[in-house]
């Protein structure tokens, strides 16, 4: 991927400066990683084993309910109300809409919602939930730097796949493929680009490396949530002795 589309893909412009259009650009490789991997293959494709789609919509139920505790986190750490409105607003985004695209799974599943929920997280999706609330525990530019490889992942994949294959609602994935790939879910990962800018603006050496710390880490997670999925990732069990 050249230069030129690296700044197409992750949605700035040419010569954009700012503290995401960089972490953009120097992660870039973890996106397309994200990108190739299986799991998102198969839902491109559609050919992805039904198994797979379901252990994806359980770890990702319980995903989405510890990224809202993570906004409680942000609403303490919140220095006015402009910020608590935007916890506010971004919990309501996962509560009213985001089910959407597991609904979208699970009926490809033939599988009703709550029966794919799940109590126990596998041991990746643990892992990443303990990521973000560890990162939560520091400020509220590391906290939101943990959060934004979610949205974003999203959204840059599913406008990069709609603008390349232009999918029709013939496609067994279509709604989940149109829910993240629109600009109005697009503008979740804008709006809150800008959040983390302002606060990379207004933080120490220091802190922004720890920021960028916890958005790189947060790629690899997003990358191995995917890999938790296609394998059906569980912990494992040994004989009990006897």
């Not at 949605?11 to 960089?22: C, K, L, N, R, S």
């Not at 050919?47 to 505790?69: I, P, S």
Request: proline residues 5%; negative net charge; hydrophobic residues 40%.
């Amino acid at each position: 991927m050249t230069s030129a589309s690296t700044e197409t893909t992750f949605g700035a412009e040419p010569g954009e400066a700012g503290f995401t259009a960089g972490l953009g650009k120097r992660h870039a490789h973890l996106f397309e990683e994200f990108w190739e991997h299986p799991f998102l293959a198969g839902l491109r494709d559609g050919t992805l084993a039904k198994e797979k789609v379901l252990h994806y919509v359980g770890q990702d139920n319980q995903y989405l309910t510890a990224y809202l505790r993570c906004y409680g986190l942000g609403m303490a750490l919140s220095p006015d109300r402009r910020w608590m409105r935007h916890f506010h607003d971004s919990a309501a985004f996962i509560l009213d809409d985001e089910t959407h695209p597991h609904h979208v799974m699970c009926d490809y599943a033939g599988v009703a919602y709550e029966d794919a929920q799940v109590e126990r997280l596998a041991p990746t999706a643990q892992a990443y939930i303990n990521h973000m609330m560890a990162a939560g525990r520091d400020s509220l530019g590391v906290l939101l730097a943990a959060l934004l490889p979610c949205p974003w992942t999203y959204t840059w994949a599913g406008a990069r796949f709609l603008a390349e294959a232009r999918p029709g609602p013939e496609h067994p994935f279509y709604g989940w493929w149109e829910f993240y790939g629109t600009r109005a879910t697009g503008g979740v990962t804008d709006r809150l680009r800008v959040l983390v800018d302002g606060l990379a603006e207004d933080a120490g050496a220091a802190e922004r490396a720890r920021m960028e710390r916890a958005f790189e880490d947060s790629c690899h997670y997003e990358i191995r949530f995917w890999e938790m999925a296609w394998t059906l990732e569980d912990w494992p069990l040994r004989p009990r002795p006897a």
